[in-house]
C-alpha cells in the first residue's frame, strides 16, 4: 500500500486507529461473525465514541490529537475496521451517514438529543431511503412526509427496507415526499424520527449471505408524528441533504472495499508463500503471480481514487462538484474488494470455502454486498458519465 496521497499526520491516525482497532475490535469479531452478537458490536461503537473517533467527520466537535480532521481520517476508521470486520464496520458507517445530516441540518435542540448520543457511542443511528419498489431512484419514493400545521407536527407514512440498525437505531433519518409535488424531487424532505415515536414499526429482520452481525432489516410509517423541529433543513430541501450525504457515503464505501480487499489480499500473498505444490511454493507458479498481481494494482488503484475524494472533500468540494469523483471511488474499491475475495478463495482452494481454515470464505460473502449497497456499480457508472456526458440528460 502505497499511501500516496496521506500525509505524515494521516499515517499517524492509521497507525493510531489501527492499533486501538486491534484491542477493541479483533477480540470481539468472531463473535460478531459467528454469534452475531450485537452486544459486541455495541461495546466497541461505545470505545470509539469515548475515545472521540466518531467525531473525525465535525471539526467543530472533534476534541483529539488531529490538527485538521475530516473525512479522510473517517475514510482511514472505515477501513481499517472493514479490514477486522466489515459487518462491524457497516455499523459505524450508518451512523455516521445520520449523523452527518444532524450536523448540517438540524437545530440545537435536535443535534442535543441526537447528534451527540451518536458521536459518544451511547447510541445508533440509521438512515431510511430504500422502498420495496425504490432504490437509487430516490425520486421515486412512496413514502408520503407531510405537515400537520393545527398539531405542529409532521406526519409520516410509508414503507423502508434494507436499513442498516433497523430495530436497534435509537434515531432513524427518513426521507419522503409531500403529497402532490411535482417533480416529485421538489418535494423531497428528510426529518429526524427517534426510536420511541408513535407509529413507527419494525416488521422483521433480513438474514444476508455476508455481513453477519449487521442488523438490517424493515421500518415502516404508520401516522408516524414527530415535532415540527425534527425537520431537517426545510422542507423540500430533501434531496440536496441526500445528495450530500451519499457522497459522504461513497468516499467512506470506498474505505470499506479498500480493508476487505487489503485482507483478502493479504491472506492470498501470506498462503502463496508458504504452501507448496508440484514441489515449489505456491507462489513461484506464473498463473498465481498473474492473480497477486493483479490483485495488488487494483487496490492500488482504489487506494488513490478513494483518497483523492476524501482529500477534496476535506478541501471544501463536495454536492455536483464531488459527485463523480465519489462514484469512482465506492466503484473501484467495491469491485476490487470483490475481485480480491474472489481470488483468494480461488489461490487457496478448498481451504478458501471452509471456516475451519480461515476467514477467507467470510470475506468472499461480505464483499458482495459492496457493490450493491450506498448505490450499485451501475448507478456509480450513471454519475460518472453524466459529468463525461454534460450535453446529455441522463435520466437517474
Known sequence: MSDFLLDEADRGFRAEVRAFLQRELAPRASDIEDRQDWSAVKQVVRALGEAGYLRLMFADLYKGSLAKPGLTHATILSEEAAYLNYAFETTIATALSCAYPLHRHAGES?????LAPILDGRAIGAICVTEPNVGSDSAGMSTRIEFDAAMGEWVINGFKRYISNASVADVYIVYGIAAGADPAKAGMTAVAVPATAPGLRFPRNYTFMGRRGCIVGE???????VPADHLLGEAGGGFKIMRGMFNFERAILGGSGLGVARSAFDIATAHAQRRHAFGQLLGCKQLIWDKVAQMSWRIDAA????????????AGIDGKALMKEAAMAKLVATETANFCANETVQILGGDGITKEYGRAEQLYRDARALTIVGGTSEVAK???????LPQIRIQL
Request: proline fraction near 0%; include cysteine.
Open 110 to 114: 435536535l443535534q442535543s438529543a441526537y
Open 219 to 225: 421500518v415502516e410509517f404508520d401516522n408516524c408524528r
Open 303 to 314: 487506494e488513490l481514487l478513494t483518497y483523492r475524494a476524501t482529500k477534496m472533500y476535506d
Open 382 to 388: 450513471y454519475l460518472i458519465a453524466s459529468r463525461d
